[in-house]
């Protein structure tokens, strides 16, 4: 962390962020703070992929206000990236890597050999087993990290860490809020919904599912005037869709879309919500308040007061930093909601740094750790070499005391061989029971799972298990539950593969209609044949016994 003045970006497919701050302050000292309009194409769900132009546009920016400083923290807005909340036991804070790495395969269904995980510690919970630490893991892309690096590299930045759009803002109003309150930060990849009281983060949950689509959804229209990114995002600002009178009749679909749209970020919080009053057994008893860019759209604000029974809230903003005049027009412009993601990054981020960073700090430290060694080995050798026969001699006693304390130790011989004749005659039973498990074990903690994720109005007819493979018949009465439910069920930890091959729409007698599908998936795996190899190698079966092994298996 810099001890002076930092740049901090965030690159976005509409708008891009950057806030120039002097952080190791109560207060920190804000000296710019400004948006400007990513060239078209440049960012693609945070990867710069058009280098010179976001380059060309970043230095012209910089240099109209005169900021020269290169070294920099770098925002990540991607839905690439994957985070997770877990509890682990209390270790020193050197040991919480081990403790990550041995349990990656749990927290993370998926491969994260090309990922970069990071932590960070919540606080302490009270559970069933005894007070356990509550962390905040991150996963980023190792590509998408080195994007950054390389741009950084070629336009003479220097990166001093990254931080992910869903901890920048949060943890920097968790300084600053004694009292409950639920922030919704609308971005443009995500919707980052967080649970705060007694500065602690309680619970976050960030949905995939950001202001961008409502975006999408006016170009799918393809209406004259409307060309870009920035020309939709304004209108969205300055039009109430959800409100206002469509000036035609090509307008009149494309507000019930855009509509639509909004309304399930209002979904999105009322499933968190209800999830952090009947899991996590906890009353909410506080104020919400909305955060990020999409907070700037017109009629937002109305939309969540209408349909969330929680009073609306706005932060004071002038307790929380001091604005130099120098950024005083920029924010006045903006707003400091949607500039808190690069404002709080370097305050208290997650000081996230790609794997390659690491192999150079090993590197060197393992060079000046050669220099050290070969010094000490020459200084040994002198002392060895001048000492060489007091050493013989008391090898040579060393020698005959061990003979016979070897000699009187003899009888662990035989306890060895009978602990050794043990195992073996263990084997088949240990294969025996790897061979009768099946993923049907899980399928009562399934059930609850499913009763626990899936939407209220989703009705399941059917569930049929082939083997490994479970096939669902659902039926629901809106499309958007169809995606609200493969959402959920990625907290289906039972489940991997989840896909939808079938949707079918059907119209009743009453002219009611329902979507009726089918949802298959496939068991996660619960026991490999690498299981059964680490098990045969704590009984320690020798060479008497490998036929049978193979056989077993």
Request: aromatic fraction near 8%.
């Amino acid at each position: 962390m810099a001890t002076k003045k930092v740049l901090s970006i965030e690159a976005g497919g509409v708008w891009s962020k950057v806030c120039l701050v002097e952080a190791k302050r109560d207060m920190p000292f804000v000296y710019q703070a400004f948006y400007f309009q990513t060239p078209e194409h440049a960012v693609e769900d945070g990867y710069i992929r058009d280098k010179d132009a976001f380059a060309s546009e970043l230095r012209a920016e910089l240099g109209q206000r005169g900021i020269e400083e290169r070294n920099v923290i770098i925002t990540v807005n991607s839905s690439r990236v994957v985070t997770r909340e877990v509890e682990i036991p209390l270790v020193k804070d050197k040991e919480i890597d081990g403790v990550i790495q041995s349990q990656l395969k749990d927290y993370f269904p998926m491969d994260v050999s090309s990922f970069t995980i990071s932590h960070k510690k919540v606080g302490v919970v009270e559970t069933p087993e005894g007070k356990r630490m509550k962390l905040t893991l991150v996963a980023i892309p190792d590509n998408l990290l080195q994007n950054y690096v390389n741009f950084a590299e070629e336009n003479g930045f220097e990166i001093e860490s990254f931080e992910y759009i869903g901890n920048s803002a949060v943890s920097y109003l968790v300084k600053h809020t004694a009292e409950m309150a639920m922030m919704v930060q609308m971005e443009e990849q995500a919707t980052i919904i967080s649970i705060i009281a007694d500065k602690q983060l309680l619970f976050q949950r960030i949905a995939p599912y950001g202001y961008g689509n409502a975006i999408s959804t006016v170009q799918e229209h393809r209406l004259s005037g409307l060309e870009n990114d920035a020309d939709i995002f304004n209108y969205l600002i300055e039009h109430n869709v959800m409100r206002e009178e469509p000036e035609s009749e090509e307008l009149k679909d494309t507000y019930a879309d855009v509509a639509e749209s909004l309304d399930y970020h209002v979904r999105m919080v009322e499933t968190a919500l209800e999830y952090f009053k009947n899991e996590m057994r906890y009353d909410f008893s506080g104020k919400m308040y909305l955060l990020g860019d999409g907070a700037r759209i017109a009629g937002i604000r109305d939309l969540f007061f209408k349909e969330i029974p929680i009073p609306l809230g706005d932060f004071s903003y002038s307790t929380m930093m001091k604005i130099m005049p120098s950024a005083k027009a920029d924010i006045e412009r903006w707003g400091e909601s949607g500039l808190l993601s690069v404002i709080g990054s370097p305050i208290d981020s997650f000081g996230i740094m790609p794997k390659q960073s690491h192999l150079e700090e090993d590197k060197q430290a393992k060079l000046k750790n050669s220099y050290v060694v070969l010094v000490a080995a020459a200084a040994i050798s002198v002392v060895v070499i001048a000492a060489g026969t007091v050493r013989w001699a008391l090898a040579n006693s060393e020698h005959k005391r061990l003979t016979q304390q070897i000699n009187e130790m003899s009888y662990i011989e035989d306890v060895y061989q009978e602990n050794t004749t043990a195992k073996a005659e263990a084997t088949p039973y240990v294969l025996f029971d790897c061979a009768t498990r099946t993923p049907n074990e899980k399928f009562g903690d399934l059930i609850a799972d499913l009763e626990a994720q899936l939407p209220t109005d989703i009705v399941v007819s059917s569930i049929t298990i082939d083997q490994s493979v479970l096939t669902i018949n659902m039926s629901s009465s809106t499309k958007m539950s169809v995606a609200q439910m493969l959402m959920n069920f990625d907290g289906i930890t039972y489940l991997s593969g989840v896909s939808v091959p079938s949707i079918v729409e059907e119209e009743s007698e009453t002219g009611a209609v329902r979507w009726n599908y089918s949802v298959t998936a496939n068991y996660a795996q619960s026991i490999t044949y690498s299981d059964v190899e680490m098990l045969l190698g704590v009984l320690g079966t020798d060479g008497s016994t490998a036929a049978d092994t193979g056989a077993a298996q």
